[in-house]
């Protein structure tokens, strides 16, 4: 039952790190944009695909804590009083990229425009890079089974750091795969090729980054390492194979086969990483039956999630669809 538990858990993490990985992603597109005349064109497209959305992306986040702190409470204890500084301002980034995404659709003033623009921007960057070094600091076995880690070395070290700028690049990556979709769907031809180029950039920036950290993980986190180049590899080389199709296919495929390729590549890596850190919820020291809640929570919990899963899914799902085929008002 604890397994099965830490599976859904893992589920909500990688639908998390996929959908609202393309929103931060967005964002970062949105800051490199340029000035406001040269950024129209690639601004607008964002805000016309996220609009509909990007709240509802942070379910999955939700999700994510509701499963951690019943289903493995010690695990979230150690967690939130070893990794408070990158979570706390993680938290922070996600208020006010929220807010300056929706305050800059209100404010009429241009001073204002910028000053809500640049923090939604700037939040869509920082965030992920926090929320990557969290997960660096799980992966390499940093935060103590009883808590009370190292409130710096915990999330400043050379695994979390690997892990915030990929998890930067990632959600870069994703996002062009989908605008350029998206733009394609909208037959701008113009902004096609704007985004096109910009996810190969990142993927190309991003694999570079991947390939170094080869170097970085083999060093600093022997047990993930062997992981990752063990029973986790085939995920690796999955995530690897829809990354480089996505990039073949960028200019001919079908909107929705370029988006579940660049889903696919993001998730599977996440999965990989699942694969290599079982049966250990915290890096190397706690597994998971021994964080888990009693059984009794463990049956409830389960319970709750699947009829969350049920209820939530296909509502999201209704969501997209409706995006996707311009039913739905954005104005």
């Known amino acids: 039952m604890s397994t099965f538990a830490a599976v859904v858990l893992f589920i909500g993490v990688t639908a998390y790190a996929v959908l609202g990985g393309a929103d931060y992603g967005a964002g970062f597109w949105d800051l490199t944009a340029g000035g406001a005349r040269r950024g129209q064109g690639p601004r607008h497209l964002i805000d016309h695909t996220l609009a509909p959305v990007w709240e509802a992306n942070h379910v999955w986040l939700i999700f994510c804590l509701v499963m951690l702190w019943t289903g493995f409470p010690s695990a979230f204890a150690a967690i ?79 695994t979390s750091l690997l892990g915030g700028v990929l998890a930067v690049g990632v959600c870069a990556f994703v996002a062009a795969v989908f605008l350029t979709a ?40 022997g047990r993930l390492f062997s992981g990752l180049t063990g029973r986790g590899l085939p995920l690796v080389l999955v995530s690897a194979a829809c990354g480089l199709a996505s990039l073949a296919l960028l200019h001919r495929a079908a909107p929705r086969l370029l988006q579940a390729l660049a889903v696919s590549a993001a998730g599977t890596v996440v999965i990989g990483w699942g694969v290599a850190q079982y049966p250990y919820l915290l890096g190397t020291h706690l597994r998971i039956d021994e964080a888990a809640a009693p059984e009794a929570t463990l049956v409830s919990l389960t319970l709750v999630a699947a009829a969350a899963l049920v209820l939530v899914v296909p509502a999201m799902a209704l969501l997209f669809v409706l995006h996707q085929r311009g039913r739905l008002d954005t104005a």
């Open 80 to 158: 939130m009083t070893t990794l408070y500084i990158p979570l706390g301002l993680a938290a922070l980034g996600i208020v006010v990229r929220g807010s300056g995404f929706a305050f800059r659709k209100v404010v009429v003033k241009t001073d204002q425009q910028r000053a809500t623009g640049a923090a939604f921007a700037t939040s869509s960057v920082l965030t992920p890079f926090f929320l990557g070094t969290v997960a660096g600091g799980i992966a390499s076995g940093r935060v103590p089974a009883d808590g009370h880690g190292n409130p710096v070395t915990s999330w400043v070290n050379p």
């Open 182 to 221: 998206e733009a394609r769907t909208h037959a701008d031809a113009r902004l096609e090729r704007w985004f096109r180029r910009r996810a190969q950039a990142s993927a190309v920036a991003t694999g570079a980054v991947a390939l170094a950290g080869i170097g970085i993980l083999h060093a600093d986190t």
